[in-house]
């Protein structure tokens, strides 16, 4: 990083440096109010995809992208590259107006969530009997609890997955099956279920309406800042990919040994999505497919986006390996892609076991442990591509001298 000016490392620096404290913030809003166990820990497991996901692996992802950072901050402030310092900041206003609009779009969301409810509203709530006119609805906590228990059964919570679309239940032979509502906190008529669902999603939004946490207004601040991190490493790594060529001229060596670090940090990322598919799977047992909106339209597309993104990261760094094993990787890395496409609810299902609405403390140590040694291995500088790959061990000669001494 030699060739870098001072200033273009700090800058990047303090603007990493604030969105991780942006990220520590809304977490430590959460283990203060709601506590860091019991409570605590079910709302941040229903919403692992933002109070887990982004403390343990956006710093991962912050340490991997710092470098590449570095590099396209410096070519283009320093006009190094043609157009750079309009490139930047035409960049940075796209990626913080494009957030803006993204988590305006969020909010407006018509369904709300466990965690913008105050705790003393959660723990108050005794759920309802059944009436006439409408099924009983179960406590909320207690219907959490519920879901981590059985989110471990054989085929986990998409074995409780029913469709609330109006036609489906108005032609379906199937709506009248009776099946475990969680809502309701016992079995209905997937028809009923899904009645007790648009009740319990008016019910949150009346108890976050009414008795909102403090931890929401956080997240209100917060969520532009995430959308923007999302936003900017997308755009690090096609830059990157487009300006290739010219920053391999301008800064050699640096430029070609980041690589590894943008293929771990981008595979890591790809998990967000994931976790994101897993919580609205998890919602949608509770307040069913009324609560559409701009967020669960959006999410399949960033799901997509984020694939894309990925595995142009890991092309990018098998550049470097001799072309037999870059051909032979790439062809793997669309094979994983298509059983990702394939096999994505099982995916998602393993996720709410693990890191969402049924995860537990132990998930999350192991979730950082495995995110602690990729980091460590970006920071010592591993790189595969150091290895020699062309060398045969079997068919290495021996010194010269060994060779006389043998004689």
């Not at 403390?55 to 190094?80: E, Y």
């Not at 069913?288 to 960033?302: E, F, H, K, Q, R």
Request: charged fraction near 15%; proline fraction near 4%.
């Amino acid at each position: 990083m030699s060739n870098t000016h001072l200033v273009s490392r700090i800058a990047v620096s303090i603007l990493f440096f604030l969105l991780y404290a942006a990220f520590l913030v809304e977490t430590g809003a959460l283990v203060a109010e709601f506590g860091a166990g019991g409570i605590g820990l079910r709302v941040a497991f229903l919403d692992s995809q933002n109070f887990i996901f982004f403390p343990i692996a956006g710093l991962l992802a912050l340490v991997a992208f710092w470098k590449p950072a570095v590099l396209l901050v410096d070519a283009f402030g320093r006009g190094k590259l043609r157009y750079g310092r309009l490139i930047l900041v035409a960049s940075l206003l796209v990626c913080g107006a494009a957030a803006w609009g993204l988590a305006s779009l969020f909010s407006s969301s018509n369904a709300r969530s466990v965690f913008e409810i105050s705790l003393p509203a959660l723990k108050a709530d005794q759920g309802a009997s059944a009436t006439d006119g409408a099924a009983a609805r179960a406590p909320v906590l207690d219907v959490l609890a519920r879901m981590k228990i059985l989110s471990s059964g054989e085929g986990g919570l998409p074995a409780y997955q029913s469709q609330c679309d109006q036609e489906w239940l108005e032609y379906a032979t199937a709506s009248d099956t009776q099946a475990l509502c969680f809502p309701a906190g016992e079995s209905l008529t997937v028809r009923a279920c899904c009645q007790a669902k648009t009740a319990f999603r008016a019910h949150l939004n009346t108890l976050a309406t009414e008795s909102p946490s403090r931890l929401a207004t956080v997240h209100r601040y917060i969520l532009p800042v995430k959308c923007f991190f999302l936003l900017l490493l997308m755009g690090i790594g096609i830059l990157l990919v487009r300006f290739r060529k010219g920053l391999e001229r301008i800064y050699g060596g640096d430029f070609s040994h980041m690589s590894f670090g943008l293929a771990v940090g981008g595979a890591v990322m790809l998990i967000w999505p994931l976790l994101n598919a897993s919580y609205l799977q998890t919602m949608s047992l509770l307040t069913g497919g009324g609560s559409s909106s701009a967020y669960t339209v959006v999410a399949p597309l960033i799901a997509l986006g984020f694939g894309v993104w990925t595995l142009l990261l890991i092309f990018f760094h098998l550049r470097a390996y001799p072309s037999q094993i870059e051909y032979a990787a790439k062809i793997g890395g669309f094979v994983a892609a298509a059983i990702g496409v394939f096999r994505y609810d099982d995916i998602t299902m393993y996720l709410s076991r693990t890191l969402g609405v049924g995860g537990s403390v132990v998930a999350i140590i192991v979730f950082a442990v495995a995110v602690i040694a990729l980091l460590l291995s970006i920071l010592l500088g591993v790189d595969p591509t150091d290895i020699d790959f062309k060398e045969n061990p079997r068919q290495a000669r021996p010194p010269a001298g060994d060779e006389k001494d043998q004689a």
